[in-house]
């Protein structure tokens, strides 16, 4: 038996809790984690709220990310007490996911931890840290270089927003932070922000095209802020976009892309490539500054969780949360 956060759905509806879980109950995989640390993401949160259809089949663990070691495997390239890391695949969403102490996994979708990180520090990465560097990869591979001009982060003070801006600051890029929440400007400057820029100014319906500012920019609102952020990006720049906070919608022209040859990369984390995971995981570990993942995030347990997940919806989060399944 192993404790974990189980989601069902019912004629009573929608209930998240934490149980003991039988081991038999995982579903089939190659190789068994005893997971160590999970966290908690926006799409975990709504999972665990019903708030959104984010679970495919009933029951559910919830959690897309996990950091642990293999206890044992039937794939050749694990074996037991290999240090591992997974992002995505759809964990949390179709197979069990890492709000657990166990999980059984397709081995094709862990990929190895570096030695620079401890279990913790990978899950004040996680998924967040890992689309944000994906994102910095895009503006890179599209020519976007630190001394081109200003980049824009929004949803700066979540998860994905806080790490690019601290990768963005120390790979020397002028960055500069958009949040709704101004009064946490200190948080934002010491990641490494240049300047701080309040969200009201992107999330209204704006210009076909605004006065060009951006050399690059990270997005994880979407809706009027990606539609604002293009319109007033400079010619020749770069929009990453990997979120939806805001909305699915795209209330823009294509005059920035027509007009100023303005480039908008969709930056997909859940089903990467291999290569391009291993890349992102290599260069966190030498691109990131380790020292500021505790400003970034503080670790819970899993029964806070499920509470923690209806205030991480509403914006009330700051930065990273860490989830040590064993507490």
Known sequence: MFNGILIDKNDAGHHAALTAIDESQLPEGEVV??????????????AITGRAPVIRKFPMVPGIDLVGQVESSTQPDY???DRVVLNGWGVGETHWGGLAQKARLNGNWLIPLPDRFTPRQ????GTAGYTAMLCVMALERHGVKPGAGEVAVTGAMGGVGSV???????????????TGRPEDADYLTN????????????????KALGKERWAGAVDVVGSHTLANLCATTRYGGVVAACGLAAGMDFPATVAPFILRGVTLVGVDSVMRAREDRLEAWARLATDLDLDKLGSISHEVSL??????????????VKGRLVVDVNR
């Not at 984690?33 to 709504?46: E, F, G, I, P, Q």
């Not at 690019?164 to 958009?178: D, N, R, W």
């Not at 806070?304 to 009330?316: C, M």
């Open 33 to 46: 984690v005893r997971v160590s640390h999970s966290t908690l993401n926006y799409k975990d949160a709504l």
């Open 79 to 81: 074996e037991a007490g």
């Open 122 to 125: 990978a899950m004040s990465i």
């Open 164 to 178: 690019a801006v601290a990768l963005l600051a120390k790979l020397g890029y002028t960055v500069v932070a958009v």
């Open 191 to 206: 990641l490494g922000a240049a300047e701080i820029l309040p969200r009201s100014q992107f999330s209204s319906a704006g």
């Open 303 to 316: 029964a806070e969780a499920i509470p923690l997940a209806t205030e991480l919806l509403e914006g009330r």
